[in-house]
């Protein structure tokens, strides 16, 4: 299956395929884009509906991911950044900051877990259920009405080969239904994740910046900023988003350097950098906090519109 040799192929052999690909190649695809996990992960369906015809790339970690792109190996790397259930996926805003890669686009995908096993197997025989850490906890529904033993895995997609090479009709993995395509496992339950909007927002990252125009549409601005240790450092460093009128639409604190007295914030923004109340607001921040770094100025995901309350 072709899907299987696209999304199984590492991050190093890609490279090196890359390294040797001759231009009437290289026109037949539009490019690569690496993603963490192995092939039929979400972020592989990510990859196919936002990227058709791009040549998926499966890397181990996301510092991999993340290395693909600074390396040359891809063009874009697509990294979950948050989940509506699990909140915001560990280590992904710390290497953010200091991977030297832009965002130049979102894509939120809806999540739907299926509980996989070999063929053969039925709700009766499975015992134990594999999956990712996460997975696991938006599915606790499932696992409790089944008095199945979670198993934690890397990897949805990861779990559900497992399963499929252990030949096991007790094991039962929770993956996407393109993992139960690719690696051959039934379906025993379809969508059994807990919350029905279950969704993950993943972020495209590129070497290079792909910056729309002011007027282009719906336009999500993301920075990094530190504040000083002082008495009302951070209200007076986002009093101007909310004098400008600026929606800011996420804020999160991390550790700097293992201290406690240092603070770096990621945020994120409605609207254009070059649109006169950011770029006030944004002057402003400036001022009265340190390091302010553009991380990316793409289109906002349709998404967001139709999932904001009437």
Known sequence: MEVEHL???????????RMTRVSSEQDEVPGVIAYQGEAGANSHIVVQEAYPGWEPMACASF???FAAVSDGAAELAAIPIDNSSAGRVADIHHFLPTADLHIVAEYFLPIHFHL?????????TIRTVHSQLHALGQCRRIIGQHGL??????????????????GDPTKASLATSLAAQIYGLQTLAADVEDEP???TRFVILSKTPQVPAVAAGPTVTTFVFNVRNLPSALYKALGGFATNGVNMTKLESYMVGGQFTATQFLAEVDGHPEDPPVARALEELAYFSTDVTLLGVYPADPFRAEAAPP
Request: hydrophobic share 35%.
């Open 7 to 17: 999304a199984g192929r590492t991050c190093q052999r890609v490279l090196r395929d």
């Open 63 to 65: 510092e991999d991911a």
């Open 197 to 199: 909007h279950n969704t």
């Open 149 to 166: 033993e979670p198993v934690t895995a890397g990897d949805t997609a990861g779990s559900a080969r497992e399963v499929a090479e252990s």
């Open 116 to 124: 996989l096993a070999v063929p053969g197997a039925s709700l009766q």
